[in-house]
């Protein structure tokens, strides 16, 4: 009798799980739905840069910041994947108005984004997929770790944007990514996720590395010869574009920013 119920119960949990309807508003979110294997319940998603291929025939319902709400509404969805930051408060609002069930997934630090996998693998019935992708992206964390590790870490400059001039704050995940490489952020005590600094405020903190997407920022920075990073030689552009959006694929991205600062001279 006790078999026959579990069959029963894994019956209709496959049941629930194979009649979700899910929108992903977050590139990262419907990357994870895709890792997790359960892309197939995907009806609906928010763009945002390129699409991975397996994911060229999901209906899109927007692009950052802009969420087309009668075309996710006339989906029917049965659960929402929300990023808070991709969409704006009032439409935020407007979709908790709505009763349809929303996960809010925003991961601050690496640990968080491990626990995620599990927590979306268990909502949307790929429970065992989630606890498998979260062990792999902690122990390839752990991996990282041991090969990138630095007795003193370095002082690392994100650089967001050159003008007006933006970083990262301490609570933000690419944060935990430089630490992971042996870096640590040099505006770390900083609170916002994306702080406006100064000029003279880096040049106080003297980074010894300053990494920025693209090479015409950092060459502003040779205006600066006595900053650390410049003397150094140490101006580098992030090597893939994946450390902003967390998903597994960050792993990768991870491992390619390590490489990138295991260069940076003591």
């Given amino acids: 009798m006790r078999a026959l119920t579990l069959v029963v119960a894994l019956l209709l949990s496959s049941m629930l799980a194979a009649s979700e309807r899910v929108v992903s508003l977050a ?136 003008r007006p001039l933006y970083t990262l704050g301490g609570r933000q995940i690419i944060s935990d990514a430089i630490e992971v490489c042996g870096g640590r952020n040099a505006f770390a005590d900083l609170q916002l996720p994306a702080p406006q600094v100064s000029i003279e405020s880096v040049l106080s903190r003297n980074p010894e590395v300053v990494l920025a997407g693209s090479g015409a920022q950092l060459s502003e920075w040779k205006a600066w010869p006595q900053l650390a990073a410049v003397r150094k030689g140490q101006l580098w552009e992030v090597p893939d574009k994946g450390l902003e959006r967390p998903s597994f694929q960050m792993l990768d991205a991870i491992g390619k920013l390590c490489a990138v600062m295991a260069q940076a001279a003591p």
Avoid at 30 to 56: I, N
């Fill in 27 to 162: 590139p990262s979110l419907s990357e994870t739905m895709l890792e997790l294997g359960a892309d197939d319940l995907l009806v609906g998603m928010l763009d945002g840069g390129e699409r991975p291929d397996a994911l060229a025939g999901v209906p899109s319902v927007g692009r950052l910041g802009q969420l087309e709400m009668e075309t996710l509404l006339a989906l029917q969805p049965t659960l929402v994947l929300l990023r808070p930051d991709s969409i704006s408060h009032a439409q935020r609002d407007q979709l908790m108005q709505f009763g349809i069930p929303v996960l809010v997934a925003q991961p601050v630090s690496l640990a968080q984004l491990t626990e995620q996998f599990a927590l979306i693998g268990e909502r949307v019935g790929r429970a065992e997929q989630g606890r498998a992708l979260a062990r792999r992206f902690e122990q390839g964390l752990a991996q990282l770790r041991r090969r990138y590790h630095r007795e003193q870490p370095f002082r690392v400059f994100y650089q967001i944007w050159n």
